[in-house]
């Protein structure tokens, strides 16, 4: 998660350009956390078990505990990869952002039955 945290990082301070990363990192977080929840809960009980208003309020609070645990442990983290090699880095933002695009690929694609076909009980 550190990791992930961190080339988000990169993506946010370098490319975007945001002073405030730690929102919207732990924002990417919380919907991929969510999309992968959600996906399985389809998968397993089908289209009718999905209530988008338990989804949203399972998400805000998934948000709110990475908030507090990233902004506590931000600054260690940072620290501990800013010397790790620059091809490493890049390497890093490429996995990272194909892993929060396959979970919400999973979320709103209905990934899972495409991998795996029916929940089969």
């Known amino acids: ?5 961190y080339s988000l990082y990169i993506l946010y301070t370098r490319v975007f350009r945001e002073p405030d990363f730690t929102v919207y990192i732990t924002g990417l977080f ?3 956390e969510i999309s992968i929840i959600d996906s399985v809960v389809i998968w397993i009980h089908g289209e009718d078990a999905y209530n988008p208003y338990v ?3 399972i998400g ?5 505990f990475n ?10 983290i940072i620290e501990k ?10 390497l890093m933002v490429f996995v990272s952002c194909f892993l929060i695009g396959f979970a919400v690929w999973l979320w ?5 039955k495409k991998i795996f076909g029916p929940y089969p009980f």
């Open 1 to 5: 998660m550190s990791y992930l945290f």
């Open 108 to 112: 709103l694609a209905n990934g899972l």
């Open 55 to 57: 989804s949203t309020l």
């Open 67 to 76: 908030y507090r645990y990233f902004s506590a442990r931000k600054k260690g």
């Open 30 to 32: 919380a919907l991929a």
């Open 60 to 64: 805000f609070i998934f948000y709110y």
């Open 81 to 90: 990869y800013d010397s790790i090699h620059s091809l490493i880095k890049l």
